[in-house]
């Protein structure tokens, strides 16, 4: 099939390339992107090319579908070094998102032009990978290394008007792409202006080749923020090439590198994630068949942390949000915390002033729960208390009309008991956010025995009209995430117990990639909530509830495992919390010892997987890639190990159910045995991936 067309306007020749959805840089793209060149460059009549796209957008990207897969000619590094090698001036006419080696098609043409609300950005690193089509040697030669080394390392997308004023566009205008693009190429023409291929170009790289300790300076600091990631080192190293050796050396040798990299786990684990993030938002088993409810407004009860983080997401869409709590006091409070928050954002930047004024402006408050009527969504977010939630839902039901979905944030309470207080369950669903809610991306859509389709599809949908990552869950203590997390807490109190101190835990888990560690993580969020927990299941921690029966609640009392100082968040050694743990090993008779790191990670990692298995084996997720997605991105499990299910897979079931069975034995815990499905598999020798495919074909 035909993906790219020569369409001749006069003396300018366009090449147009037409690959729905994203016009993804396909090899029968980049066959047609090397014909249709070939065709304008031998035709004399045409003085300019220009290289634009039908549809949404410019080329997003490589086709991820291809990769892993042997490569087919034309390879990307050869179509764009035929685009700069044009003996004719080459114009990229962008709009849409010119991503990865979009953008790098693009450093191939002499010139950029954009309308205003196009983008650009190397997003390889986020999937382990990097721009190896010439990214890396281009992007340096046009902004310098130092600029273009933050780029490609943040992997976050550009908007047009940054990117004219740091120099990788030449041109921004409303308009026609394919227009602009012909416009600026008689614009060029008639200036007599020479095509210059960015590859022989040195006036940006000259001065860090001379001295290149602020680029090196550079690369250490962002390296330091991303221990043991192959693709930010790989990035770093390639975008030296830059400016040590010629560019066909550094490009042959980013060949190598770039398919090293595709093969590798970390990139496998990446695009595992990429693909399951999508997948969780489908729901396969009535796709099509029930149509969500349209979300125009929203009502939310409890203007708290929860509430007004919630509200702010729903903003963020354009969409208006009723804040209601029970008190003028309650209320004020939400609402002060809501406008601080757009402040600092638009004080950072991240959002405009102007912005910020729509978002709050979008925001009405109110103390009358009738202001929750006439809503198409009401999110519940009081306090965590089944009497008052349910008191609330029964007095919604009877307010409200039937369809109206009635959500509740409870992270702990049985979505069954809330939705018996009403006469509507099959409106009542779970819509489980995370702290920071304007901040986390994870939606957990908790689905009760009586959840309706619409109340689930709604849910769902308009989770990713927040930008959520909404995942399905089912109703069970603690749903997917919070679930596993207990059997990881209850692991980490035995190691406290065993041998290990706080420092040790938090710096095994941090080395495998978190971002923080359980305990300070639980200083952080405030220890007495676990404690009230786990004094209402009759679940106690020897070490846990010591440290809170002396009133030490973490941050807020000024120490918990860990010390802090006054109005500083840093977690510093605790020798009262030590000792305390030493204390309590002593009068449980226990021996301590050593243990090393691997194991530790092993003790806090694999429980996570065996009861993953038990949540799967009893439907609670879909799928094991659901669970993958609860954990990237709701409790900060490292994207480039896959999450929990995939880095299983990586590591061998069998190998996992061995090492459970053994820490079983050396411990006692029968809660460490096998799940039944995570044995069955092993025994066959199959993996959660494999799972995940037939039970996709089953449905
Ligand atoms: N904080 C978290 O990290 C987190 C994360 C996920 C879910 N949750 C859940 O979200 C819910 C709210 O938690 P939070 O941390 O925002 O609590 P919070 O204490 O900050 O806020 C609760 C708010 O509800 C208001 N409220 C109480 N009774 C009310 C009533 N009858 N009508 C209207 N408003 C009423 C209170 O005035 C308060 O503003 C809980 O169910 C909690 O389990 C919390």
Redesign the pocket.
Known sequence: MTRVALVQHGDVAVILSDNPPVNALSTDVRVGLVQALSQAIADPTTKAIVIACNGKTFFAGADITEFGKPRQPPILQDVIGHIEMAPKPVIAAIHGTALGGGLEVALGAHFRVAVPTAQIGLPEIKLGIFPGGGGTQRLPRLIGPIEALKLILSGDRMPADKALAVGILDQVEEGDPVQIGIAFAHKILAEGRRAIPLSERDDKIASVRADSSVFEVEAAAQLKRRPGQEAPAACVESVRLSFTVSIDEALARDRVRSQALVAGDQSRALRHVFFAERAAAKLPEFAGAVAPRAVRNVAI???????GGIAMCFTAAGIPVTL????EQ?LS??LERVRNNYATSAKRGSITQSEAGKRLGLISGSTD?DAAVGADVIVE????SME?KRE?FADLTRKTQAGTILAT????LDIDDIAAATDRPEDVIGM????PANVMRLLEVVRGAKSGWQAIATAMEVGKVIGKIPVLSGNCDGFIGNRMVAKRSAQVDRLLLEGAMPRDIDSAIKGFGFAMGPLETNDM?GLDIGWSIRKRRGTPFAIADAICARGWFGQKTGQGYYRYEKGDRTPRPNPDADSLILEISEKNHVNRRTIDRAELIERMVFPLINEGARILAEGIALRAGDVDVVWINGYGFPAWRGGPMFYADLVGLKTVVDRLDHFATQTGNADLRPAALLRALANKGASFAEWDKDRLLAQ
Do not use: Q, W
Not at 324 to 327: R, V
Not at 432 to 435: G, I, L, Q, V, Y
């Open positions: 009860v409890g203007a708290g942390t929860m509430g209601i709590d029970a008190t309650g409070a939400g729960r977010a009081v306090f965590e008052l609330i944030n409870t992270s702990a489980h956010f995370f702290s969020s």
